[in-house]
């Protein structure tokens, strides 16, 4: 049994209080596939092959669906906004100008008091001036994925000739240098093998306005081999005397430690409210599900068919709301549970009893974690004795 199915007692949590939280964030699959081949790509090199049987392009007709039924759903729960991700494959490839028209007609679609936000996850490969003024158009916001120094980023970001990508992404970040209102930031895999510090001032050289830092997927069937922690405990010791860009991750942990909460999947126990809409209209949950097993990401539900209320009861994303009822009993028991909040969703998967399992680098977020919290501990601790002493301090003579 694959938990959270069938055994996910909805039933039980609603008696207890809970209620699905509606989704707030949209990823639209427009384009199936993708100009590069990276080695390491959770849709491409996944268990899952279902993009292979997906029509190549989202059709009007799907667009026109997904509006609908955002509109509906911003509707039925009065939300202010949402945020939509246009996302692939590689989303420039259904064309900038045909992405500016569709979500035109996606903002004018939905209820009154309720705005858009909308980004573009790209590997920047075909972005031109061109394509910049027709997003900009619609303030359509681009994340590029980059993985640090030239030659890490081309030893696993190619193109399908082998050939690195790196030298076409660069184009990409010198235009969006000069197009901060479009910049969204940076999204990087990172590589335990490369060196932490290189690779951060790398992306640093971009002048982001924020950094993603992603941990491989990976799950209990295919366990990582190298030290995530030593790589981020190092990059958050150089960035954290001197933050000059945003890096979420660290930010979420330093957040949570607090007090605060997290808009990460990586860490935190807020409930995850994103649903995806592949290019044929299949509403489907996070698309890193699929590097667990081939329809782990599916809920039989489609925007021609289905309203976006149909999926919220779905087991699999129910699952990523009810906090700490997710959690295996040896997260509930770890002091630093309600931070790492059990980890990346997908990380937690092991063949023949599904997704209650601690993270995969479950060793590496709590080193992390607490070496996060003595950092700040002992500044608290030091402003502490710092304020003490002015209080203490006999007033100067005038």
Same mark, same amino acid.
Not at 44 to 70: C, G, H, K, L, N
Not at 187 to 208: F, M, S, W
Not at 368 to 393: F, P, S, T, Y
């Given at each position: 049994?694959?938990?959270?199915?069938?055994?996910?007692?909805?039933?039980?949590?609603?008696?207890?209080?809970?209620?699905?939280?509606?989704?707030?964030?949209?990823?639209?699959?427009?384009?199936?596939?993708?100009?590069?081949?990276?080695?390491?790509?959770?849709?491409?090199?996944?268990?899952?092959?279902?993009?292979?049987?997906?029509?190549?392009?989202?059709?009007?007709?799907?667009?026109?669906?997904?509006?609908?039924?955002?509109?509906?759903?911003?509707?039925?729960?009065?939300?202010?906004?949402?945020?939509?991700?246009?996302?692939?494959?590689?989303?420039?490839?259904?064309?900038?100008?045909?992405?500016?028209?569709?979500?035109?007609?996606?903002?004018?679609?939905?209820?009154?008091?309720?705005?858009?936000?909308?980004?573009?996850?790209?590997?920047?490969?075909?972005?031109?001036?061109?394509?910049?003024?027709?997003?900009?158009?619609?303030?359509?916001?681009?994340?590029?994925?980059?993985?640090?120094?030239?030659?890490?980023?081309?030893?696993?970001?190619?193109?399908?000739?082998?050939?690195?990508?790196?030298?076409?992404?660069?184009?990409?970040?010198? #235009?969006? %240098?000069?197009?901060?209102?479009?910049?969204?930031? @940076? +999204?990087?895999?990172?590589?335990? *093998?490369?060196? =932490? &510090?290189?690779?951060?001032?790398? #992306?640093? %050289?971009?002048?982001?306005?924020?950094?993603?830092? @992603? +941990?491989?997927?990976?799950?209990? *069937?295919?366990? =990582? &081999?190298?030290?995530?922690?030593?790589?981020?405990?190092?990059?958050?010791?150089?960035?954290?005397?001197?933050?000059?860009?945003?890096?979420?991750?660290?930010?979420? &942990?330093?957040?949570?430690?607090?007090?605060?909460?997290?808009?990460?999947?990586?860490?935190?126990?807020?409930?995850?409210?994103?649903?995806?809409?592949?290019?044929?209209?299949?509403?489907?949950?996070?698309?890193?599900?699929?590097?667990?097993?081939?329809?782990?990401?599916?809920?039989?539900?489609?925007?021609?068919?289905?309203?976006?209320?149909?999926?919220?009861?779905?087991?699999?994303?129910?699952?990523?709301?009810?906090?700490?009822?997710?959690?295996?009993?040896?997260?509930?028991?770890?002091?630093?549970?309600?931070?790492?909040?059990?980890?990346?969703?997908?990380?937690?998967?092991?063949?023949?009893?599904?997704?209650?399992?601690?993270?995969?680098?479950?060793?590496?977020?709590?080193?992390?974690?607490?070496?996060?919290?003595?950092?700040?501990?002992?500044?608290?601790?030091?402003?502490?004795?710092?304020?003490?002493?002015?209080?203490?301090?006999?007033?100067?003579?005038?």
């Amino acid at each position: 049994m694959l938990w959270p199915y069938p055994s996910l007692d909805l039933t039980r949590l609603k008696a207890g209080g809970w209620r699905p939280q509606p989704f707030r964030e949209f990823v639209l699959k427009v384009h199936q596939r993708c100009n590069l081949a990276c080695t390491y790509c959770y849709v491409y090199e996944s268990p899952d092959r279902s993009w292979q049987t997906r029509p190549r392009i989202m059709s009007d007709d799907v667009w026109a669906a997904t509006s609908a039924r955002i509109a509906q759903h911003a509707a039925t729960h009065a939300l202010s906004g949402v945020r939509v991700i246009l996302h692939g494959g590689e989303p420039l490839l259904a064309g900038a100008a045909s992405l500016r028209h569709h979500v035109a007609k996606l903002k004018k679609t939905l209820p009154d008091g309720c705005e858009a936000t909308v980004t573009m996850q790209t590997n920047g490969v075909g972005l031109t001036e061109q394509a910049l003024d027709e997003l900009a158009a619609e303030q359509i916001r681009i994340g590029v994925s980059v993985d640090g120094t030239p030659a890490d980023h081309d030893r696993n970001r190619v193109f399908k000739n082998g050939r690195g990508s790196f030298a076409a992404t660069e184009r990409a970040l010198h #235009l969006l %240098k000069n197009r901060r209102d479009l910049y969204a930031g @940076l +999204l990087c895999t990172i590589d335990p *093998a490369t060196d =932490p &510090i290189e690779t951060y001032e790398a #992306l640093r %050289k971009h002048d982001p306005p924020a950094i993603d830092l @992603l +941990l491989p997927h990976a799950n209990w *069937a295919s366990p =990582p &081999i190298t030290d995530a922690a030593r790589w981020l405990i190092a990059v958050f010791d150089h960035w954290y005397p001197a933050p000059t860009t945003r890096i979420r991750l660290f930010e979420d &942990i330093m957040s949570l430690l607090l007090g605060g909460s997290s808009g990460s999947e990586q860490v935190g126990l807020s409930p995850v409210a994103v649903a995806v809409v592949e290019s044929d209209g299949d509403i489907e949950q996070v698309d890193a599900l699929k590097t667990a097993y081939p329809g782990a990401c599916a809920t039989g539900r489609n925007v021609r068919t289905d309203a976006f209320d149909d999926v919220l009861e779905h087991p699999g994303v129910a699952a990523r709301q009810i906090g700490v009822e997710a959690l295996a009993d040896g997260c509930r028991a770890c002091p630093v549970h309600r931070v790492c909040g059990g980890g990346h969703y997908a990380h937690r998967y092991r063949p023949g009893d599904g997704f209650r399992n601690p993270t995969v680098y479950c060793a590496d977020m709590r080193r992390l974690i607490e070496h996060i919290a003595k950092r700040i501990k002992r500044d608290l601790a030091a402003a502490r004795v710092q304020q003490r002493e002015g209080q203490e301090r006999p007033p100067a003579d005038r």
